[in-house]
């Protein structure tokens, strides 16, 4: 009988790990994995630096439960300082809004939902006099453990919005919303879309953990990655990690089904499926001192369809789950594209870490980035973070002279979401004090127009060097501020400011610029990251 793909990466990925790493079972905690959200991924980093003695891999995410002392991690803490005297009370500040627990047994049920009004006053279009700004995001979260081995969870989204001008450009030119994918008509002008997630987590023993469903992950320490960040829509994967030598080298080897926006030809029936392609990505990281966290990536997008066969088998490569292999033997600009990469994070302070990124793709087109940044928390006051980060990313980068094979899923890049042909600058502030909390984001970004800065673009084909393209500029500070109301499901009710200017500067004509100055109120369970910062 012949094995499913993705079934036949499982079992040679379980094998593989099962062969190298045998050692004694032990009792641990459960293995749900820490919401892929930055607020979330803070508080972690927060509590690993202030312990030295602490072996933690920060780069790959989402985070272990099992993993760390959630203790010491806000949200997951136990908080009795706010009292509550009626069940109501209690579900809306402190717990779960279902929840049943045995001996060894875990459900939590909880409402998933983003509520927003907004105001563009800088928008002087028809667009924006038809019309009141508005996002209506609902759905639910469940998450469990059978025994202290076994875990899932699963939720779904369901969104209609009128997005602010820029946001409905963008999703004009893609066809899909930022972060989850396809959108369809709602009403005139507006857009309907929806995003399911789930996975199961089994770890037989303490340094061996597997996971298979739908989600997205992050590899990096900073707000981007340049490497894999969680910038694009959720795709299906299977990933084990394991670790080992006291928890000083952790190796990740996952497999994920890839999509286009590409439909097959036609046949019988009434809609065709998207062409589809396969993505492996192996990421090794190293403690070697207590300061230090060294890492090494490697991703490759292995071709499943062909213009003139059709849908193909996959290369067996695809199921080699060593780092290195694969890249030795297509190289970095071959039909299965590859990009390999760096991580390396330097803690300075009991308070503060730099850390910076390399991403090589093709040197010979000037395929490259980096990134440099570091982080302070509690600066001069408890609860004041800053972090301030730079990204450079090299012409053509993302792109591949095979079109199918770009690293892209559902027209978003998988690495920075701007994509190739850019500059940026970030500075980020956030505090918390009790139950309030407040963020300051400022971003800049210079990208180019033309084909070097088009994830879509054939870098074989440009035969044209040093033509010039308009570049264009953004500039965009987004300010909140508000309650931090439920720490179960990251209930948070803010007011936000968002004042961005893109600007198009041409040679022969007068610059192209829109701004906008949008202020919203919103009531969000805010458990994924949503970027519209680009």
């Not at 593989?16 to 820490?34: D, E, N, P």
């Not at 002392?69 to 806000?74: A, P, Q, Y």
């Not at 627990?101 to 907004?118: E, N, Q």
């Not at 690293?407 to 998988?414: E, I």
Request: some cysteine.
């Amino acid at each position: 009988m012949k094995t499913s793909g993705l079934h036949s990466v499982f079992l040679r990925i379980t094998t593989f790990a099962l062969l190298i790493f045998m050692g004694k079972g032990i009792a641990f905690s459960q293995q749900k994995t820490i919401p892929l959200n930055r607020f979330f991924s803070q508080e972690v980093e927060r509590s690993i630096l202030k312990d030295s003695t602490v072996r933690f891999h920060t780069a790959s995410k989402p985070f272990l439960e099992s993993k760390l002392d959630l203790t010491k991690i806000t949200g997951y803490a136990k908080d009795d300082s706010l009292k509550t005297y009626y069940g109501l009370t209690n579900v809306l500040y402190k717990s779960h809004l279902y929840s049943v627990k045995g001996d060894d047994f875990f459900l939590a049920i909880d409402p998933l939902f983003d509520l927003s009004l907004a105001k563009d006053f800088a928008d002087t279009t028809a667009y924006a006099d038809s019309l009141n700004l508005f996002t209506s995001t609902r759905g639910f979260q469940a998450i469990g453990d059978l025994g202290k081995k076994f875990s899932f969870q699963t939720g779904f989204y369901e969104t209609q919005t009128y997005f602010p001008l820029y946001l409905k450009d963008f999703v004009d030119s893609t066809g899909v919303a930022p972060g989850f994918g396809r959108t369809k008509a709602y009403k005139t002008v507006g857009y309907d879309f929806a995003m399911a997630y789930g996975w199961i987590s089994y770890s037989p023993k303490e340094w061996l953990n597997i996971q298979f469903g739908t989600g997205k992950n992050y590899i990096g320490h900073g707000y981007r990655s340049l490497l894999l960040s969680d910038a694009a829509f959720n795709y299906p994967c299977i990933k084990a990690t394991t670790s080992f030598f006291n928890n000083k080298l952790q190796y990740t080897a996952m497999y994920a089904s890839l999509q286009t926006q590409q439909r097959l030809p036609l046949g019988e029936v009434p809609e065709a499926l998207f062409k589809r392609k396969g993505g492996s990505f192996n990421y090794l990281s190293w403690i070697p001192h207590e300061r230090i966290e060294l890492g090494v990536f490697e991703g490759i997008i292995w071709q499943r369809y062909d213009n003139e066969l059709g849908t193909i088998s996959q290369p067996s490569g695809a199921y080699i789950p060593i780092i290195g292999v694969n890249t030795a033997i297509n190289g970095l600009d071959a039909a299965q594209n590859v990009i390999v990469g760096a991580n390396l994070r330097i803690r300075t302070t009991r308070h503060s870490y730099i850390y910076g990124q390399l991403a090589i793709d093709n040197p010979d087109k000037k395929a490259m980035g980096y990134q440099a940044g570091f982080k302070y928390f509690d600066l001069l006051v408890k609860g004041l973070d800053v972090q301030c980060e730079w990204n450079s990313i090299g012409d053509y980068m993302y792109a591949s002279s095979f079109p199918l094979q770009n690293y892209v899923h559902v027209n978003q890049p998988l690495g920075h979401p701007t994509g190739a042909a850019t500059e940026e600058l970030i500075v980020i502030g956030n505090y918390r004090w009790r139950r309030i909390i407040a963020q300051v984001k400022f971003n800049q970004i210079e990208h180019s127009t033309g084909p070097q800065g088009n994830w879509k673009a054939n870098p074989s084909a440009i035969t044209v060097e040093g033509t010039s393209y308009p570049n264009h500029y953004i500039q965009q500070l987004d300010l909140s501020a508000g309650l931090y109301v439920n720490p179960k499901w990251n209930f948070q009710i803010l007011v936000g400011y968002t004042n961005r200017l893109d600007q198009t500067k041409m040679a022969d004509i007068d610059d192209v610029e829109r701004r906008t100055s949008m202020l919203s109120i919103t009531l969000r369970t805010n458990l994924i990251n949503k970027y519209a910062d680009f």
